[in-house]
């Protein structure tokens, strides 16, 4: 059973990076998409982007100036930057494994995921 | 247009019959996914593919996709259904996935 662990930090000032790593175990890195999505305390799901195992990534038109997604198969591990952080995007960050039919993609494992604050 | 659109919120009472709906304009030309997100807990994939079901998920929970609503069918509602329901499609042009709003589904 593919399981999917977040880490980072909880806390992050204004204005600064945040980067999140997301380790994958019980199942291979290789050959499948990996992405990110957020949710802000009370409120719905936003997809953040996602990236292909080659390093291949695409991401949320609305958040793409400001993320950057990488992947190191020899770690199983994949991660997400994001810069110029505001209050607006302190959230509960999620990694996720992508699934496809007919090149249309959902997410088949979450990890549990991860609180992250913006304040300073 | 990139919305889905949900009820915020559905009640039903154990044993009955929940819908779920998920609309967009031509929304049966995708292919619709369920997520269910009980409180404090990551989102589960129930239904994918419009109406197959991952392992583990039970036969109470089925999907349907029709004109510019799709509909996530819980039959026979246990109080364990409690929990808020995403739907999610893949736009194509941009690749990107998209949710929608989440529905509360209260037992009652």
């Known amino acids: 059973q593919v399981h999917l662990q977040e880490s980072g930090p909880g806390l992050v000032k204004p204005s600064e990076t945040l980067s999140l790593t997301c380790t994958v175990s019980g199942g291979p890195i290789n050959n499948y998409y990996w992405g990110w999505v957020r949710q802000p305390a009370g409120k719905g799901l936003e997809w953040i982007g996602r990236?292909?195992?080659?390093?291949?990534?695409n991401y949320n038109p609305s958040l793409k100036s400001r993320v950057t997604m990488s992947v190191d198969m020899s770690k199983k591990q994949f991660s997400l930057k994001l810069s110029s952080l505001t209050a607006a995007d302190s959230a509960k960050y999620f990694c996720?494994?992508?699934?496809?039919?007919?090149?249309?993609?959902?997410?088949?494992?979450w990890g549990q995921g991860t609180l992250v604050s913006v304040s300073s | 247009s990139d919305i889905l659109t949900q009820p915020p919120s559905v009640s039903v009472a154990p044993g009955q019959t929940a819908r779920i709906t998920c609309a967009k304009n031509n929304i049966e030309s995708k292919t619709v996914h369920w997520y269910q997100q009980r409180p404090g807990q990551a989102p589960v994939l129930v239904v994918y593919?419009?109406?197959a079901r991952p392992s583990g998920i039970p036969e109470r929970f089925s999907g349907s996709n029709s004109g510019n609503t799709a509909t996530l069918t819980i039959s026979g509602v246990e109080a364990g259904d409690e929990a808020d329901y995403y739907c999610q499609v893949w736009e194509t042009n941009s690749d990107h996935a998209i949710f929608g709003g989440g529905t509360k589904l209260t037992v009652l």
């Open positions: 990236i292909y195992s080659s390093g291949r990534s």
């Open positions: 593919d419009v109406f």
């Open positions: 996720a494994r992508l699934l496809t039919y007919l090149d249309e993609y959902y997410l088949d494992h």
